[in-house]
């Protein structure tokens, strides 16, 4: 297993952000399940880039492939109240290879480094993404509330440890 370190979106990184934009099991999970125009994604990649608020996960040369080297994405979103909410996509390839949980973990920790005054990170999945749900709560992340949409609302506070 190859651990995840992350580094800030880039440009570069356009084709592989577009990708994982594209997959059907994102787009499924998403708040917004509609697949996002190239103008869209555009402003998606402008903002991030500027605010250096998305960052991609990239695994050690022995373990993947070159071309695979990229194995997912982290992005912090800011709502009107001034909260934190974290979202994560292991790209398709490397699903289902305990992935997740190291690249929320390292998302949240450069999250809490960027923003060292917020003690706390949001997380707002879908009720049916078990997945997501596990490695959330294997972070860290706790909660046992559904929203009026049927999200789980998860919070991890700052000194929380992730499970061993
Ligand atoms: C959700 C997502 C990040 C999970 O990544 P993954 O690589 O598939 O998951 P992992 O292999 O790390 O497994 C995480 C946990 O979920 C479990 N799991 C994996 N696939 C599962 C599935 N289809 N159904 C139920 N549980 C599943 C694993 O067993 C593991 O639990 P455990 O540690 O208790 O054994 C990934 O599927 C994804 O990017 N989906 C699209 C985007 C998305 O939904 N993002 C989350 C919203 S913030």
């Known amino acids: 297993m190859t ?21 059907p099991v994102t787009r499924a999970m998403s708040e917004d399940p509609t697949f996002p125009t190239t103008l869209g994604h555009l402003r ?17 040369r022995q373990a993947s492939w070159f071309r695979f080297n990229r194995l997912g994405l982290a992005q912090v979103k800011q709502d009107a109240r001034q909260r934190l909410w974290l979202g994560v996509t292991v790209a398709p390839e490397w699903r289902g290879c305990q992935l997740a949980q190291p690249l929320i973990e390292a998302a949240t920790q450069q999250a809490f480094a960027q923003w060292p ?36 609302v ?4 700052r000194n929380r440890k992730a499970a061993a």
């Open 117 to 152: 005054l917020e003690p706390t990170l949001w997380a707002r999945i879908k009720f049916a993404n078990e997945a997501s749900i596990k490695a959330f709560s294997n972070a860290g992340y706790v909660g046992s509330k559904l929203d009026s949409e049927g999200y789980w």
């Open 44 to 60: 998606w990649m402008a903002r991030h880039v500027a605010h250096a608020t998305a960052w991609v996960a990239i695994g050690d």
């Open 3 to 23: 651990t995840p370190t992350l580094r800030p979106l880039r440009w570069t990184d356009w084709g592989f952000a577009r990708r994982l934009a594209a997959d």
């Open 154 to 157: 998860l919070v991890r506070t």
